[in-house]
């Protein structure tokens, strides 16, 4: 565990508020586990009227790979923030392209 997988969760539980759904669904605990290791959840825009723009940033939270995932809870904050405002550029950067964080000094 750690900031990564918070991520990770908060974007399960982001997606079952914008939609109404789990991002995964599955009839068995074998299956649920299944789909957590290979697949990638439907894009929310394709569910309920979205932004396309929010999709990315959600499958970033979401992805399989931990190292794909945003750094933190901030990181994620900021990127969903931004999916909302109708002029931005649609540019998301998932963890492993993220600058490294400065120290913060008091």
């Known amino acids: 565990a ?4 918070a991520t990770w969760g ?3 539980v982001a997606s079952r508020a ?3 759904r789990a991002p995964f ?6 299956h649920y586990i299944d789909m ?14 979205l ?4 999709d ?10 931990p190292a794909q995932r945003f750094q933190n809870a901030t990181d994620f904050a900021t990127a969903f923030a931004q999916a909302l405002v ?3 550029s649609g540019t998301y950067l998932c963890a492993a392209t993220l600058p490294p964080r400065r120290a913060q000094h008091d």
């Not at 669904?25 to 074998?30: F, K, P, R």
């Not at 990315?56 to 790979?65: M, P, Q, R, S």
């Open 36 to 49: 957590l290791s290979r697949s990638r959840p439907e894009p929310p825009s394709s569910l309920v009227d």
């Open 10 to 12: 908060l974007g399960v």
């Open 25 to 30: 669904a599955a009839n068995t605990v074998g």
């Open 18 to 20: 914008l939609t109404g």
């Open 86 to 88: 109708p002029e931005d």
């Open 51 to 54: 932004p396309t723009r929010l």
């Open 56 to 65: 990315k940033v959600l499958a970033c939270a979401l992805a399989i790979d």
């Open 2 to 5: 750690g900031h990564r997988s």
